[in-house]
Every structure is written in structure tokens, then in C-alpha cells.
């Protein structure tokens, strides 16, 4: 069960971070860096709605969407024509991530370290330190002054990063937030009714371990 919470915590992880732009379209290569590994996945973000494409995952191939809007998460797997569905309830504070200078979830304190250029744009970077999950983190984040977003976002320690690239500012489908006609809804192994593991409530343990793997690094699991 831990390693299959871990596996979801890590696909909604990419797009926690992902969510840094919300209210604004675009699309990017997102690179994650973690755990002696580094991964680039595609992401489109358009308001409150974000899709992630990966390369690899828990089902292999596929996508997931988070959709703020219907308070849910969908890890849709084409070559099965198949998706799992989960409620954002203990998620959602953490999948609003902030724009340009407003501070994240739990920020406790943020400090200016000066001026860097990151993938062309130029950014200010900032410590930043915040509360989750009951713990204390901190990190580094890139603040582009043309485009008023956080382009990069690293852990202080160097544990992992995630970083934004190629970016392209404009409309995106909403078709590439829906889940396709003719897919049908499966059920996660070992979780119950709605999507949750047996005994969580929704708005528990579920955003308390995204917390921790914030503050782990991306792709670290637990025993």
C-alpha cells in the first residue's frame, strides 16, 4: 500500500509543480531532477486545469490531469484506453502553487538572493522557507521577470528540482484536459470507494504525504 501511495504522490508531484502558472496558458518541458535521476515530461496548463504527459509512470506510458475546477485528478493510460480517478480533497492546497511574487502555501519567511538568468529569462531567486505536513522546508525559486513565473524551483539542499523549459506562452485545447470518449474508468489495486486508500479520509493522509515528498525530493518512495 506505502509503495503504491508512493507511486501516486510522485505522479501528482510533477504536477504540483507544474501547477506554478495557474490563470495562465501555456506549455513547457518540465525537467525533474531527483534521487541520482533527472526526467522531462510535457505539460500544458490552461486556468485551473493541468495536464502532465510522461514517458514512464506506474501505468507506463500515459498522462494525468488535475482539474482544480472538478476538484479531481485523472492518471489516464492510452494503450489501455483506461483512466483512475482521484479526488483532490487534502491535495488542492498544494496544487496552487503561486504566480510571480505571491507566496506559497505555509511560506513562513522569503529572502532575495539576487539576479540569475535561467533558460534565457532573466529571474530573481529567492529562499524561501514554508510549513507542510506538520514539517519545515526550504527552497530556491527562480522568478522570471518577463514571463511573472517561477521557471525553477529547487530544494535547498540539492535533494531535487524542477524546472521549466522552452516555454510557450498561449491557448491551449481545452480537449487536452479531458479524459477521451470511450475510455473507461478502472479501479486503483488496493483502494477503496472514490479512489482513496482504505481508512484515509479525503483531505487526509493524502495531502500530508505529498508534503513529505516535497520535501524529500521527487521520486523518493518510502519503505
Known amino acids: 500500500m506505502k509503495k503504491i501511495l508512493s507511486l501516486l504522490c510522485l505522479c501528482s508531484l510533477g ?15 518540465v525537467v525533474r531532477k531527483g534521487m541520482g535521476r533527472e526526467t522531462t515530461s510535457k505539460v500544458y496548463i490552461k486556468d485551473k486545469k493541468v495536464r502532465m504527459d510522461n514517458l514512464a509512470g506506474p501505468m507506463g506510458p500515459g498522462y ?12 489516464v493510460n492510452p494503450a489501455q484506453k483506461s483512466y483512475f480517478e482521484m479526488p ?3 491535495m488542492a492546497d498544494v496544487t496552487q502553487q503561486p504566480q ?5 502555501p505555509g511560506e513562513v519567511s522569503r529572502k532575495e538572493l539576487g539576479k540569475e538568468v535561467v533558460d534565457g529569462h532573466p529571474c530573481i531567486k529567492y529562499e524561501i522557507n514554508y ?26 539542499d540539492g535533494s531535487w528540482s ?34 482513496m486508500p482504505p481508512g484515509m479520509r479525503p ?3 493524502m495531502g500530508r504525504g505529498m508534503g513529505q515528498g516535497m520535501g ?8
Open 131 to 156: 510549513q507542510f505536513g506538520g514539517q519545515s522546508h526550504s527552497v530556491h525559486q527562480w522568478i522570471a521577470q518577463d514571463l511573472k513565473l517561477p521557471v525553477k524551483t529547487a530544494a535547498v
Open 15 to 29: 504536477l504540483t509543480l507544474a501547477g506554478a502558472a495557474l490563470a495562465t496558458e501555456f506549455s513547457a518541458d
Open 64 to 75: 494525468n490531469i488535475v482539474r482544480q475546477d472538478l476538484k479531481v485528478m485523472w492518471m
Open 162 to 195: 524542477v524546472e521549466y523549459k522552452n516555454i510557450n506562452k498561449g491557448s491551449q485545447p481545452d480537449s487536452l484536459f479531458e479524459v477521451p470518449s470511450g475510455f473507461q474508468k478502472a479501479s486503483m489495486p488496493g483502494f477503496g470507494p472514490g479512489g
Open 88 to 90: 483532490l480533497q487534502g
Open 100 to 104: 510571480g511574487n505571491e507566496k506559497m
Open 203 to 205: 483531505g487526509k493522509g
Open 216 to 223: 524529500q525530493g521527487a521520486g523518493q518512495e518510502g519503505d
